[in-house]
């Protein structure tokens, strides 16, 4: 349900102490059926808030276990972090921890492991000028990041680091989101607020965004998962966001180009601390050629009124195509993913009317199935 039908292509592994990482990834078998489902990237979170004491033997113990993986499962770690919002690190310490890691990467066999950081729990200014720091006094820890990083909680992605991003030639992932607290099959609140994160992640410059938990047995803060196994009951329990973002994951495809999209013509649209727009959308051409364009209504929660709003989209590129198709799917509390038939773009221009908490997506993909 997840990884194959959501075309997850990422699987980001906790490192816990060696028999524990191996019981929870290996053992049960995570590692070996995300693969089968189409998962081609692994990526190890060590770490956490704290730098160590010992950075030579921190950064020693992640090249360990990447080699302990490979010769003793057969599984390749293709992205390791350096650590897991480490809130608590300065651009010294990171910079140490790059120049470290990658050398005992590079000692141990592992020069194709690529690093991703800083991993950081909210995208904002502190972050982002620890960013602009390493990179300008730490010239040799800076071309060491092959992927700058983020997660997408109350400060999701902005322009600047996206432009960071861009400028830098480094890609940006976003590799946690999610919530805190029990969620439900009904909670269309959250489903609305992770739509919204995701489109406007995307639409700043986001290449791979990676959800915080899959799937577990654990019913505990199940915010934190897309479904979970309820042992008790013997039920699979199915989450709203779910269906949310299984639209979003399957509409924008693997090696989508994304284009920038601004509302009104001209306003930015932000998922951060005290601005927070009541609508979120991000346009894509995909691989195959199709297009997809997605506008998530966050009126009704955040504290903005509910109410329905017409979206307008313009793409310029596709204002010369006579009468363009677009099927219309839409998710909401009582839709899963429901194709309303189609609309057509004229000149590049294509409104849609979205609801109060709910998610729309405009495809040329053909045909469209909802698995």
Same mark, same amino acid.
């Given at each position: 349900?997840?990884?194959? @039908?959501?075309?997850?292509?990422? /699987?980001?592994? *906790?490192?816990?102490?060696?028999?524990?990482?191996?019981?929870?990834?290996?053992?049960?078998?995570?590692?070996?059926?995300?693969?089968?489902?189409?998962?081609?990237?692994?990526?190890?979170?060590?770490?956490?808030?704290?730098?160590?004491?010992?950075?030579?033997?921190?950064?020693?113990?992640? +090249?360990?276990?990447?080699?302990?993986?490979?010769?003793?499962?057969?599984?390749?770690?293709?992205?390791?972090?350096?650590?897991?919002?480490?809130?608590?690190?300065?651009?010294?310490?990171?910079?140490?921890?790059?120049?470290?890691?990658?050398?005992?990467?590079?000692?141990?066999?592992?020069?194709?492991?690529?690093?991703? +950081?800083?991993?950081?729990?909210?995208?904002?200014?502190? *972050?982002? @000028?620890?960013?602009?720091?390493?990179?300008?006094?730490?010239?040799?820890? *800076?071309?060491?990041?092959?992927?700058?990083?983020?997660?997408? %909680?109350?400060?999701?992605?902005?322009?600047?680091?996206?432009? /960071?991003?861009?400028?830098?030639?480094?890609?940006?992932?976003?590799?946690?989101?999610?919530?805190?607290?029990?969620?439900?099959?009904?909670?269309?609140?959250?489903?609305?607020?992770?739509?919204?994160?995701?489109?406007?992640?995307?639409?700043?410059?986001?290449?791979?965004?990676?959800?915080?938990?899959?799937?577990?047995? @654990?019913?505990?803060?199940?915010?934190?998962?897309?479904?979970?196994?309820?042992?008790?009951?013997?039920?699979?329990?199915?989450?709203?966001? %779910?269906?949310?973002?299984?639209?979003?994951?399957?509409?924008?495809?693997?090696?989508?180009?994304?284009?920038?999209?601004?509302?009104?013509?001209?306003?930015?649209?932000?998922?951060?601390?005290?601005?927070?727009?009541?609508?979120?959308?991000?346009?894509?051409?995909?691989? @195959?050629?199709?297009?997809?364009?997605?506008?998530?209504?966050?009126?009704?929660?955040?504290?903005?009124?509910?109410?329905?709003?017409?979206?307008?989209?313009?793409?310029?590129? /596709?204002?010369?195509?006579?009468?363009?198709?677009?099927?219309?799917?839409?998710?909401?509390?009582?839709?899963?993913?429901?194709?309303?038939?189609?609309?057509?773009?004229?000149?590049?221009?294509?409104?849609?009317?979205? %609801?109060?908490?709910?998610?729309?997506?405009?495809?040329?993909?053909?045909?469209?199935?909802?698995?």
């Amino acid at each position: 349900m997840v990884f194959k @039908d959501m075309n997850i292509t990422t /699987l980001r592994m *906790w490192k816990w102490h060696d028999e524990n990482f191996f019981m929870r990834y290996v053992n049960s078998k995570v590692i070996e059926f995300a693969k089968q489902a189409g998962v081609n990237t692994l990526l190890l979170a060590p770490g956490g808030k704290n730098p160590p004491t010992d950075m030579s033997a921190y950064v020693d113990d992640i +090249a360990r276990i990447i080699n302990r993986l490979k010769t003793e499962a057969g599984f390749q770690v293709n992205v390791t972090g350096l650590a897991n919002e480490p809130d608590t690190w300065t651009s010294a310490d990171i910079a140490n921890g790059l120049v470290k890691l990658r050398n005992s990467l590079n000692n141990s066999g592992n020069q194709s492991v690529k690093i991703v +950081a800083p991993e950081s729990s909210n995208c904002d200014d502190h *972050w982002y @000028d620890i960013l602009i720091d390493v990179k300008d006094k730490y010239p040799t820890a *800076w071309k060491n990041v092959d992927y700058i990083a983020s997660h997408s %909680y109350n400060m999701a992605a902005l322009e600047k680091w996206a432009q /960071l991003s861009f400028t830098t030639n480094k890609d940006y992932w976003m590799t946690e989101s999610s919530n805190n607290g029990l969620d439900s099959e009904t909670n269309d609140n959250e489903a609305t607020s992770l739509a919204g994160r995701f489109l406007n992640d995307m639409n700043h410059g986001v290449t791979n965004w990676v959800y915080f938990i899959a799937y577990a047995s @654990d019913t505990e803060d199940s915010m934190t998962k897309f479904i979970v196994y309820d042992i008790p009951t013997n039920k699979i329990i199915v989450f709203c966001k %779910y269906y949310y973002i299984k639209q979003l994951f399957t509409t924008f495809r693997k090696g989508a180009t994304f284009r920038k999209v601004l509302a009104n013509g001209s306003d930015e649209m932000n998922q951060t601390y005290k601005s927070k727009s009541p609508y979120n959308a991000a346009v894509a051409q995909n691989a @195959d050629g199709s297009w997809s364009l997605s506008v998530a209504n966050g009126t009704g929660i955040q504290e903005f009124n509910p109410q329905p709003y017409k979206f307008t989209f313009d793409v310029p590129e /596709l204002a010369k195509r006579s009468n363009q198709k677009f099927t219309v799917l839409r998710t909401n509390l009582t839709k899963e993913i429901v194709n309303e038939g189609k609309i057509t773009m004229k000149k590049g221009r294509i409104s849609i009317v979205v %609801y109060p908490k709910e998610v729309v997506t405009l495809t040329t993909i053909p045909p469209f199935s909802k698995k």
